[in-house]
């Protein structure tokens, strides 16, 4: 990849982690901005795994062409183990250095914006992160990238099983994402009509279940 312009600047982005819907546009949208103001994009194949290696490519308006309506992310995303080391986080700062790159733009969820913070403490790199997550367990936003498809994809869900469960005359659960944050459960719960909820780590509410279940039948 070639230097960039005398007295320009130039961005790298990355997205990071698990996928969510949302990524893609995004991207897009940074692309675009960026360009209006001159600023050159740099795409960071892989998340923090290219970083490390150094996978980069210069992007141009065909690389976010049609992808607004795209799930998923067209710069592809890891978890990286090598990341959390101190090695892996000197070297991603020597090739952001080496392919003249100002400033790193980071997509991803509350692991990744750990390490992006680190990052930034520890290379003195502009570091910004845009919260993409269905867990939407971001502080400081209220609704983070893919939340609301989150929630949306599992209401159709829940639609179609409740529809089976009344012809049936059956009682079903239903688990959803989120690892430790409850939202998408609170959330498609509530609109869903669920009878009952049962949250990560209320093991009372667990207990209180079975007792009903138990009464119930």
Same mark, same amino acid.
């Not at 790159?101 to 980071?106: F, M």
């Not at 009952?196 to 009372?204: A, E, M, Q, W």
């Given at each position: 990849?070639?230097?960039?312009?005398?007295?320009?600047?130039?961005?790298?982005?990355?997205?990071?982690?698990g996928?969510?819907?949302?990524?893609?546009?995004?991207?897009?949208?940074?692309?675009?901005?960026?360009?209006?103001?001159?600023? &050159?994009?740099?795409?960071?194949?892989? =998340?923090?795994?290219g970083? @490390?290696?150094g $996978?980069?490519f210069?992007? /141009?308006? +065909?690389?976010?062409a049609?992808?607004i309506h795209?799930g998923?992310?067209?710069?592809?995303?890891?978890?990286?183990?090598?990341?959390?080391?101190?090695?892996?986080?000197?070297?991603?700062?020597?090739n952001?250095?080496?392919?003249?790159?100002?400033?790193?733009?980071?997509?991803?969820g509350?692991?990744?914006?750990r390490?992006?913070?680190?990052?930034?403490? &520890?290379?003195?790199?502009?570091?910004? =992160?845009?919260?993409?997550? @269905?867990?939407? $367990?971001?502080?400081?936003? /209220?609704? +983070?990238?893919?939340?609301?498809?989150?929630?949306?994809?599992a209401?159709?869900?829940?639609?179609?099983?409740?529809?089976?469960?009344?012809?049936?005359?059956?009682?079903?659960?239903?688990?959803?994402?989120?690892?430790?944050?409850d939202?998408?459960?609170?959330?498609?719960?509530?609109?869903?009509g669920?009878?009952?909820?049962?949250?990560?780590?209320?093991?009372?509410?667990i207990?209180?279940?079975?007792?009903?279940?138990?009464?119930?039948?």
């Open positions: 990849m070639n230097g960039k312009n005398p007295g320009s600047s130039r961005i790298g982005i990355l997205t990071s982690g996928d969510a819907p949302g990524m893609n546009a995004a991207i897009r949208a940074v692309y675009r901005a960026a360009h209006e103001l001159g600023i &050159e994009v740099v795409g960071i194949r892989r =998340g923090f795994s970083l @490390i290696e $996978d980069f210069l992007m /141009d308006r +065909s690389h976010v049609n992808i795209l998923g992310t067209v710069l592809g995303t890891s978890r990286s183990e090598e990341f959390k080391t101190s090695e892996g986080r000197k070297k991603s700062a020597e952001l250095k080496n392919a003249d790159i100002d400033a790193l733009l980071v997509i991803g509350e692991g990744s914006f390490g992006a913070d680190l990052f930034n403490d &520890e290379t003195g790199i502009p570091t910004i =992160g845009i919260p993409g997550s @269905i867990d939407n $367990d971001i502080p400081g936003t /209220d609704f +983070s990238i893919g939340f609301d498809t989150a929630i949306n994809t209401l159709e869900a829940i639609d179609k099983i409740r529809d089976t469960a009344i012809s049936h005359g059956r009682l079903f659960f239903v688990e959803v994402m989120g690892r430790s944050s939202l998408i459960a609170i959330e498609s719960g509530i609109a869903g669920a009878e009952y909820l049962v949250l990560p780590g209320d093991h009372d509410a207990m209180d279940l079975c007792a009903r279940l138990t009464d119930a039948f």
